[in-house]
């Protein structure tokens, strides 16, 4: 139980152009999904948090204009990265959790590879 | 806040060997603690977990206990194979958010 998917698992696109990455939680209603970024070599830095049906709590230095997140319902959030740059490549991960207290699991998708051209 | 400190590597071994990857903590209140397992191009696997003091978490031969009292969650494994190449990464559940350490690559050579 508690698989979390990613699509596309990798995309390349051109710089300017948006890209749209969604994250699901195929057998549990997520009530809370997170987006990570990890750059090579890197541990994963938290970039947002999202609960469903509110907007998303940004980290600092994320900005949400260019990172769009949307948590539409208990089993889906999109990260949409707008006007993709070079320095937008990276490996986007997400992550779902139904936290029944303070210290509950997250689990983890597969992560999304973007290359911006 | 919260934090995570684990072992700098790379670590390099020979099949067989014993590893172990310290894993140090800060944290209030009643954390639980994680090793996930991050595969060359792949995401995270959880490995293992332990939500409690004294808890063990194991898994694949890796095993790791909970201790408040050094605020530690050392990994370890008594018998790595070459399939156990991959990076490491410690963290912690608080307060509804997840603190990663830096994360350990360990090379296991034949």
């Known amino acids: 139980g508690a698989v979390v998917s990613q699509h596309p698992s990798w995309v390349i696109c051109k710089s300017g152009t948006s890209v749209k990455i969604e994250c699901r939680s195929l057998?549990?209603?997520?009530?809370?999904m997170f987006w990570y970024r990890q750059f090579p070599k890197q541990s994963l830095m938290l970039m947002a948090t999202?609960?469903?049906?509110?907007?998303?709590?940004?980290e600092q230095g994320v900005e949400k204009d260019k990172f769009l997140i949307n948590h539409a319902s208990l089993t889906l959030s999109t990260l949409t990265v707008t006007s993709a740059h070079p320095e937008d490549s990276s490996f986007y991960i997400c992550?779902?959790?139904?936290?029944?207290?303070?210290?509950?699991?997250?689990?983890f998708g597969p992560g999304t590879r973007l290359t911006v051209l | 806040g919260d934090s995570v400190t684990q072992m700098e590597g790379p670590v390099t071994l020979s099949e067989e060997a014993f590893l172990t990857i310290n894993c140090t903590y800060t944290?209030?209140?009643?954390?639980?603690l994680f090793w996930y397992v991050q595969y060359p191009g792949e995401g995270l696997q959880l490995l293992l977990k332990?939500?409690?003091?004294?808890d063990k978490g194991s898994n694949k031969g890796f095993e790791a206990t909970y201790r408040k009292e050094t605020t530690s969650f050392h990994l370890e494994k008594g018998s790595v194979q070459v399939s156990d190449s991959a990076v490491y990464f410690c963290?912690?559940?608080?307060?509804?958010?997840?603190?990663f350490g830096a994360g350990t690559t360990v090379t296991v050579r034949a």
């Open positions: 992550s779902a959790s139904f936290p029944r207290d303070r210290a509950s699991e997250q689990f």
């Open positions: 963290a912690l559940v608080n307060d509804y958010k997840l603190s």
């Open positions: 332990a939500t409690k003091a004294d």
């Open positions: 057998d549990f209603q997520a009530t809370t």
């Open positions: 944290a209030t209140g009643y954390p639980s």
């Open positions: 999202s609960n469903e049906g509110s907007k998303a709590t940004y």
